[in-house]
Nanobody
Framework: QVQLVESGGGLVQAGGSLRLSCAAS????????MGWYRQTPGKQRELVAT???????NYASSVKGRFTISRDSAKNTMYLQMNSLKPEDTAVYYC?????????WGQGTQVTVSS
């Protein structure tokens, strides 16, 4: 089993910054891909950014240039630095680890951006 715990969410004004963290524990295998996804009520969960074990990154076009994903594989920890936040970034943000064909999810952390 994989346990994922997100932290760092909260309320911020538009233009501000937040840094999310995801601590993974349990049965972590390599290779894996870690990522951040987000979801708002009534909408499907959408990809924000992913990062492979080798450091290759992928971003949604809506966050490219504003968000930066990173990971510390030795600590099984992932981060999402979010700058220039917009009200449309408001969502529950979920940590994901994809390994051996299985998606593992955290419980989510709320990010609210006020205008």
């Amino acid at each position: 089993q994989v346990q994922l715990v997100e932290s760092g969410g909260g309320l911020v004004q538009a233009g501000g910054s937040l840094r999310l963290s995801c601590a993974a524990s349990g049965s972590i295998f390599r290779p894996n891909v870690m990522g951040w996804y987000r979801q708002t009520p009534g909408k499907q969960r959408e990809l924000v950014a992913t990062i492979s074990g080798g450091g290759s990154t992928n971003y949604a076009s809506s966050v490219k240039g504003r968000f930066t994903i990173s990971r510390d594989s030795a600590k099984n920890t992932m981060y999402l630095q979010m700058n220039s936040l917009k009200p449309e970034d408001t969502a529950v943000y979920y940590c994901n680890v994809y390994q051996r064909g299985i998606n593992n999810w955290g419980q989510g952390t709320q990010v609210t951006v006020s205008s």
